[in-house]
C-alpha cells in the first residue's frame, strides 16, 4: 500500500499543473488526478508524472469531484492539492514524518494565494493532510470542506508548519471575474438551500471581486454579525466592510467597521494599514501613524501570525514603509521619518543588493529636493511603484526647480496616468506655468466625485479662470459631500470667504 497519495481534481490546468506535480514528485507515493473534461494538455502532463488517471463527468460540484478521487486514493495518507498550489519545499520534511504515523489524524496548512493585483496576499489554514479511512468526504458544492468529517469520525485535528502557495489569484482582474461567476452560480444555489453563514461570507467575498458593493455588503453583515462563524473570518468581514466604505470615501462607516474588526483581532497586518488609511482621510493623523507602525510589527511576523488565524491578509512590508513615510512626512515626526529610512534602506540592501547603494542616493536626492543625474533618474523611475508614488510626487512637489520639476511629473504621468496625485501635481505645475485651462482640462477628464483633492483644485482653478457657473455646479456637488473631513472643509471655506456673491448663488 502507498504510503502517501497526492489527490486532485483538474480541468483545463496546463498553465498550473507541471509546476504543482513537480513540487510533490519526490514526496508522494501514489498521483492520483481526476479530470471533469480537460480539452488541452492537462492529462498528459499529469500522465508525464506516472499519475493514475480517472474521468469524472462534472456536475457542478467540487466536493462529488473529490469524493471520486477520495476513492480511488489507496495511500494511507491523503494529501489534495489544486492545479494552482505548490508545495513549498521546507515543508517536504515534515509531510514526511506526519505519514509515518498510524494515527488517525489530520493537519492544517497554510494555504498562501498570492494577489498582486489587490496588493495583499492572503493566508488560510486547511485541514489539506490526514490519514485515509472510510466514510471522510468533503461537502459543499464549491468552497468545500472535509472538516466536518472528520471530526464526526472522531479524527485528531492538528496544526503544522506546511506551507502551500496558491498563484490561481495573481491572475488579470478578467480571469479573476471569470472565476468568481463561476462559483458565484454554485454559491447562490447552495445558499437558498442552506443559509449558513459561511455561505454567507464566502458569498460576500465573491460578489466583492465582482465589485458588486451592495451584495458584497448584504453578505458580509451576515457573516460580520453571525454567532457561529469562527472570529478571525467575523474580523475578516468587519475588514472587508470597511473597505468597500473606504474605496467610496464613507469615511465614519469606514472607521466603525474598521475598528469592529480589530476589537474581535487585532493581529491583522491589513487591517491596520486600513486603519491607518481610512485615520489619514479623517484627518487624524497620530492615530494613522499608531496604526501603520502596528501594521509594520505585524507584516514582519506574518508568517508565524498565518500559523494562529483561519484567515490572514499580508501587506508587504515595503508598502507599509513607503506608507509610514509619508505619514510622518505629514505629521512631521521626525522620529519615525527615521525609522522608516531606515527600514527602508534595509531593505534595499536585502532585495535589491545590486543597486542598493544607487536607490539610496535617489532617495536621499528627493528628500533634499535635489536634482538627480541621468542614472539616478532612470533608477527613480524603475523604483516608481504603487506603493510609493504618491509619496514621490509629494518630495517632488518640494523641488525649487521648476523645468525639472514637470519633467518627473510628466514621466510619472506616462506610467500612472490615473493616479490622482499625479494628476493634481501635473496640473499645479500648469496652472504656475499659466496655463490654467490646460490644468482644468487635465482634471476634468480625472474628475472623481469620490476625491475631494480633485474637485477642490478644480474649484480653484475655475474661479481664476473667472468661470461662475462652473463655479457654482462644483460648489454645489462638494458642499453635498457629507464625508468631508475637517482640513477639507477649512479649504472650502476659505475659498468660498473670498468669493464674490455671483459665485456662490447655488440656486
Known amino acids: 500500500m502507498p504510503r502517501l497519495t497526492l489527490a486532485m481534481i483538474v480541468k483545463n ?23 471533469t473534461g480537460s480539452t488541452d494538455k492537462t492529462v498528459n502532463i499529469a500522465e508525464n508524472f506516472g499519475a493514475k488517471i480517472f ?28 492545479a494552482d498550489e505548490r508545495l513549498d519545499p521546507a515543508s517536504i520534511n515534515e509531510i514526511k514524518i506526519i505519514s509515518t504515523s498510524r494515527q488517525k489524524a489530520a493537519y492544517y496548512c497554510t494555504v498562501k494565494s ?8 492572503n493566508s488560510m489554514r486547511y485541514l489539506r493532510l490526514f490519514k485515509n479511512e472510510n466514510g471522510i468526504e468533503f461537502r459543499g458544492k464549491v468552497h468545500e470542506q472535509i472538516s466536518y468529517s472528520l471530526i464526526e ?42 443559509k449558513t453563514d459561511y455561505g454567507a461570507y464566502q458569498l460576500a467575498n465573491t460578489y466583492a471581486v465582482l465589485n458588486e458593493a451592495e451584495q458584497a455588503i448584504r453578505y458580509f453583515l451576515i457573516a460580520a454579525n453571525s454567532v457561529n462563524l469562527a472570529k478571525n473570518l467575523k474580523a475578516d468581514s468587519f475588514c472587508s ?13 469606514a472607521e466603525e467597521y474598521l475598528l469592529k474588526s480589530v476589537q474581535l483581532n487585532d493581529k491583522q497586518p491589513f487591517a491596520c494599514l486600513l486603519g491607518a488609511k481610512i485615520s489619514l482621510m479623517g484627518n487624524k493623523l497620530t492615530e494613522a501613524e499608531q496604526f501603520c507602525r502596528q501594521s509594520f510589527d505585524l507584516s514582519v511576523i506574518s508568517d508565524r501570525l498565518a500559523m494562529q488565524n483561519e484567515v490572514l491578509s499580508r501587506v508587504e512590508p515595503e508598502e507599509v514603509i513607503y506608507f509610514g513615510m509619508s505619514l510622518a512626512m505629514l505629521n512631521r515626526n521626525l522620529n519615525n521619518i527615521q525609522f522608516y529610512l531606515s527600514q527602508l534602506i534595509k531593505l534595499f540592501g536585502e532585495s535589491y543588493s545590486g543597486e542598493a547603494d544607487l536607490r539610496t542616493a535617489v532617495l536621499q536626492k528627493l528628500f533634499e529636493s535635489k536634482n538627480m543625474n541621468n542614472e539616478e533618474t532612470e533608477c527613480f523611475e524603475a523604483m516608481v511603484n504603487d506603493h510609493n508614488i504618491n509619496l514621490f510626487v509629494s518630495l517632488i512637489a518640494n523641488n525649487k526647480d521648476f523645468r525639472y520639476k514637470k519633467d518627473l511629473l510628466v514621466r510619472l504621468h506616462k506610467k500612472y496616468s ?5 494628476i493634481k501635481m501635473l496640473a499645479v505645475n500648469l496652472d504656475e506655468e499659466g496655463k490654467t485651462i490646460e490644468a482644468i482640462e487635465l482634471l476634468e477628464k480625472s474628475e472623481d466625485e469620490n476625491d475631494p483633492g480633485v474637485m477642490l483644485y478644480l474649484l480653484s482653478f475655475y474661479v481664476k479662470a473667472e468661470m461662475p457657473e462652473k ?12 464625508d468631508l473631513n475637517s482640513d477639507t472643509k477649512q479649504k472650502l471655506e476659505s475659498i468660498k470667504s473670498v468669493l464674490p456673491p455671483e459665485y456662490l448663488n447655488l440656486a
Open 114 to 121: 498570492l494577489d498582486r493585483s489587490e496588493g495583499r496576499d
Open 13 to 35: 490546468e496546463e498553465r498550473y499543473l507541471d509546476a504543482c506535480l513537480a513540487s510533490v514528485k519526490d514526496l508522494v507515493d501514489e498521483i492520483v488526478v481526476v479530470d
Open 241 to 253: 466592510l470597511a473597505l468597500i466604505h473606504h474605496k467610496n470615501n464613507e469615511t465614519q462607516k
Open 471 to 482: 463655479t457654482r455646479n462644483i460648489l454645489s456637488r462638494i458642499s453635498s459631500n457629507k
Open 418 to 422: 490615473e493616479n490622482k496625485d499625479v
Open 153 to 194: 469520525n472522531n479524527y485528531k485535528i492538528f496544526q503544522s508548519l506546511i506551507s502551500i502557495i496558491h498563484v490561481g489569484y495573481n491572475i488579470s482582474p478578467d480571469e479573476k471575474k471569470n472565476k468568481a461567476r463561476r462559483n458565484l452560480f454554485l454559491l447562490t444555489e447552495e445558499y437558498s438551500k442552506s
Open 55 to 82: 474521468r469524472f463527468e462534472w456536475i457542478n460540484d467540487f466536493s462529488a469531484a473529490r469524493n471520486f478521487a477520495l476513492k480511488n486514493s489507496t495511500g494511507e495518507w491523503i494529501l489534495y492539492l489544486d
